[in-house]
């Protein structure tokens, strides 16, 4: 249990870090960078689920790395703000990241059944 708490601590700081310079490298007037880290994650996580591998490096991994990574909170957060600059832009947003989120998770997990 302790081992894998770790693992999930470390895959999770790891995930965060990612995150956060690939957004402040990416965002502008729009969340760039948060909207590819998701579709990103969503893409391994698709991969990653169908592959699997030993339990703690599935919790580093998938519920650490990747779900630090991706962010249900941001992506809120973002929808937020983008509401209060140009409402337009959040349906946008919006449907854009949940339709190709699914479609890259989606496309993951094939290829991964196809090797």
Request: proline share 2%.
């Amino acid at each position: 249990m302790i081992i894998t708490t770790i693992a999930v601590a470390a895959g999770g700081a790891f995930g965060a870090l990612v995150r956060y310079m690939v957004s402040e490298r990416l965002n502008s007037d729009f969340p760039w960078g948060t909207f590819f880290v998701n579709m990103i994650g969503s893409f391994l996580l698709g991969l990653y689920i169908t592959i699997g591998g030993p339990d703690v490096l599935n919790s580093m991994y998938a519920a650490g790395f990747l779900g630090a990574l991706t962010t249900f909170s941001t992506l809120q957060f973002e929808l937020v703000t983008l509401y209060k600059k140009d409402k337009r832009k959040v349906l946008y947003y919006l449907v854009l990241t949940y339709t190709l989120g699914l479609t890259a998770a989606w496309t993951g997990y094939l290829i991964a059944a196809k090797i």
